[in-house]
Structures are given as C-alpha cells and as structure tokens.
C-alpha cells in the first residue's frame, strides 16, 4: 500500500505564475487534508477536503488559493499569482474514514517563488 | 476552534537523559492527542497517540500522559539517542464533526552524544 504521494517535491516558481501542487491520499483513504509549514514553524491548516467537497477551508488565504479533490484524480492545491511569502513546505495528509483523526503525511511540496 | 500551545520551543538534552515536552489545549470536548516526529527534511510521522478515556499510555521509550482537568499533555522520551533529534509536534482535534486535527508549533529537540 504507497503512501500519501505528492508531486512534485520540488517547485519553482516566478512571482505572478501559478502553482499547482499535487496530492494523492493512500488507498481507502477518503479524506485529505494540507497544512502549510514555514521554515522553523509548525503546520498551520489550510483545507480539508473529501471527494467532490471541501468540507473546511478555513485556513486558506481568502484570494489566490484553491483546492479540490475530484471524484477520480488527486488532490489539487492551487496557487495563483505567487508572491514570495507563498514559499513554504506544503504538506498533504490522509485518513481513512473509520479513523479521520490519525494523519498519514506525504513527503510534501516545497515552494519556492522567486 | 481548538488552540493548541506546546513548550519549550528548542530542547536539548544529553544522550541517556530525558526529554519532556509540554502542550495545553483549549477544547475541553477534545478527545484526541496524537504525537509527530519530523526529521529534517521529512514528512512528519506519527509516534504515539492518546484518547481522552485514559491518562497514560507507554511505548518502549516513548510515553505520553493527559491531564484532562487541566488541559494539558505531555511527551516523554527516556534515555535519548542521537536519532531521537527532530522536531516533535502535539496536536488535537476539535470537537467538530470531522475531527480536524490542530497542531502546536513544535519543539525542536537536539540529543548531544
């Protein structure tokens, strides 16, 4: 069973362009989550997500940032017109839905906007 | 929503001592305290985790406590090993339907062989 894939693990980005920072939950996991990580700081919530529903957004940035996560297919974060301060590690999580709370993390998407 | 504080923020330790890290919570409906280790460079990783209906749970090293009238839990890690340094997050969930999952802001902890 893979884990939680994102891809890519590395982006570079110019200031204005878009960012598109793929998810993919382990099998049978039906819930997905991203946090945001800073360097030298802790995960901060941005969305969380079931198929076809953003159930709480509550952490995303009110412009510039969306997520799906469609009925086939990753989970998609988007980003547009990055600024610098978008650069930062972002992180996606599973969970299988017996157990929503227990969060298995990819190996996240480092942004880096220049 | 939940708020979730972790102390200290850096922590270092001598191989073969004990390490303590200390989180509070302010969702008293809050049932849920997992615990996360990040390596550098690394996704984080669950380690151990606690539910409300006890206050103590053990795993080798590893042991985690709850004090659920005063809202706070603890990590413990005896006798320490150069691999033990990471970065260690506490979380907890909200009373929310959904269980979302807080996290505290980490304490970095570095084993000095």
């Known amino acids: 069973n893979a884990g939680v894939m994102q891809n890519p693990r590395h982006l570079v980005r110019r200031r204005g362009q878009e960012a598109r920072l793929r998810c993919s939950p382990m099998k049978g996991h039906s819930h997905v989550y991203w946090y945001r990580q800073l360097p030298e700081e802790g995960l901060k919530f941005m969305v969380y997500l079931q198929k076809e529903n953003i159930i709480d957004e509550s952490g995303m940035p009110k412009e510039r940032f969306s997520a799906e996560f469609p009925k086939e297919g990753p989970s998609i974060l988007r980003i547009q017109q990055v600024v610098r301060g978008d650069s930062a590690a972002y992180f996606c999580a599973s969970s299988p839905p017996t157990q929503n709370e227990k969060l298995f993390f990819g190996s996240g998407t480092q942004l880096s906007v220049l | 929503g939940e708020n979730v504080e972790q102390h200290p923020s850096t922590l270092s330790v001598q191989e073969g001592d004990s390490a303590v890290i200390k989180c509070t919570y302010s969702d008293s409906a809050s049932n849920y305290f997992p615990w996360y280790k990040q390596e550098l460079g690394k996704r984080p990783q669950l380690i151990i985790d606690i539910r409300s209906n006890v206050g103590e749970k053990k795993d080798q090293r590893i042991a985690v406590t709850l004090n659920k009238t005063a809202k706070h839990f603890s990590l413990h890690i005896t006798e320490t090993q150069p691999e033990d340094s990471a970065v260690y997050f506490c979380?907890?969930?909200?009373?929310?339907?959904?269980?979302?999952?807080?996290f505290g802001t980490g304490t970095k902890l570095q084993v000095i062989p």
């Open positions: 979380a907890a969930t909200d009373s929310g339907g959904y269980q979302k999952v807080t």
